[in-house]
């Protein structure tokens, strides 16, 4: 099992970890590799205190994983055939519209972080603009300084007086 | 109509641009990358004809190490030339060619930062501009890249508004330039509800 998650309010727990009291999942997944090697897996749906699973048996948590998802799609076309819309399963809830809400959020706080590293980046600072500031000069200041500038250029390429 | 702008400010530089790009008044499938960047840390960005900006930024990115001075220097007259190939090009074909192509440049210039906006409406004038909005919409002026954003949203609100209803932005790249260097981010310029809002 994969878990993503943001904290939100840490303690430490007097044995050298943490105790996160609260926090937002992020991602939840099943994985076939997991980061700790004494990763058991419980099946907490077929028993009040739980049975744990052998290795072998994660396939069948994957095929009721599957089943399940497969019993939703039944629901939904029955659901479609007696006239309710696509998405409604009776209760208002729709898992698409809320999945796509979690991938927007997840969007929404990686595109904060990207930009927010761009404000970090070193990029060099430009020196201060100096005194008459630019706006008093006009746009026809800058016209006139680079014709000077690549005229000086081009006398100096071709070494003619100046 | 693209979304773009560059901010110049004491120290460092923001310009941006959308990806989106539009055909018979709708947005395409394809996005476009519109900021461009020259190893001489010059960065540009064009709203116009998507075949013109692409040649903008072949443009820059041939500018070499050429400073702001030479590039306001050499830039209008081959954005001349550029435009009176495309418009050849639509009269040979008997599309319609619409004067609108506008290219923001920013760099440095005596060691100040700099922006100027080449408008082929203007014979591509350089006009120098601390700051340059298109569409212009106002409002404060980004000092961050998250405010970039915000304005950028803007932009594609008025741009939805007035012109395109289906449009997306695609992707926004962001770049911020100093003295030293140029550093940029893409990122989606609109997600779930901000499309709706």
Request: hydrophobic share 40%; net charge neutral.
């Amino acid at each position: 099992m994969s878990v993503g998650f943001d904290p939100i309010e840490v303690e430490p727990n007097g044995k050298g970890g943490y105790n996160f009291n609260k926090w937002e999942l992020l991602e939840l997944s099943i994985v076939s590799v997991p980061a700790n090697p004494g990763a058991t897996v419980f099946a907490r749906a077929f028993g009040k205190d739980g049975r744990v699973l052998a290795a072998a048996h994660a396939d069948t948590l994957v095929r009721a994983h599957r089943r399940i998802g497969a019993a939703r799609q039944d629901l939904a076309d029955v659901l479609q055939a007696a006239g309710h819309p696509p998405g409604d399963d009776g209760d208002g809830y729709d898992p698409e519209a809320e999945e796509l809400s979690f991938d927007a959020a997840r969007i929404k706080r990686a595109r904060a972080a990207a930009l927010l590293s761009l404000d970090c980046v070193h990029v060099g600072p430009a020196a201060k603009p100096s005194a008459p500031p630019r706006e008093l000069r006009g746009g026809s200041w800058l016209t006139a300084h680079v014709r000077e500038q690549e005229a000086a250029r081009l006398r100096k390429f071709w070494s003619l007086p100046v | 109509m693209t979304c773009c702008g560059f901010v110049a400010r004491d120290g460092d530089a923001y310009i941006w641009g959308d990806g989106e790009q539009y055909l018979n008044g709708r947005p395409m499938t394809e996005s476009i990358e519109r900021v461009a960047a020259s190893p001489g840390r010059l960065a540009a960005v064009a709203t116009g004809h998507s075949s013109l900006c692409d040649r903008v930024r072949r443009l820059v990115a041939g500018l070499g190490l050429a400073s702001l001075s030479g590039a306001i220097a050499r830039l209008p007259a081959h954005l001349r030339q550029a435009c009176a190939e495309e418009r050849a090009h639509c009269r040979a074909i008997g599309a319609r060619y619409e004067v609108d192509l506008a290219c923001g440049l920013i760099g440095l210039c005596d060691s100040e930062m700099r922006g100027v906006v080449f408008a082929e409406a203007a014979g591509f004038e350089p006009r120098e501009a601390s700051a340059w909005l298109s569409p212009d919409v106002g409002g404060a002026l980004p000092a961050t890249a998250q405010e970039v954003l915000a304005v950028a949203q803007r932009q594609l609100q008025f741009v939805r508004a007035r012109h395109y209803p289906g449009a997306t932005g695609r992707t926004l790249t962001v770049a911020r330039v100093g003295r030293t260097g140029i550093a940029s981010r893409s990122v989606p310029l609109m997600i779930g509800d901000e499309r709706a809002a």
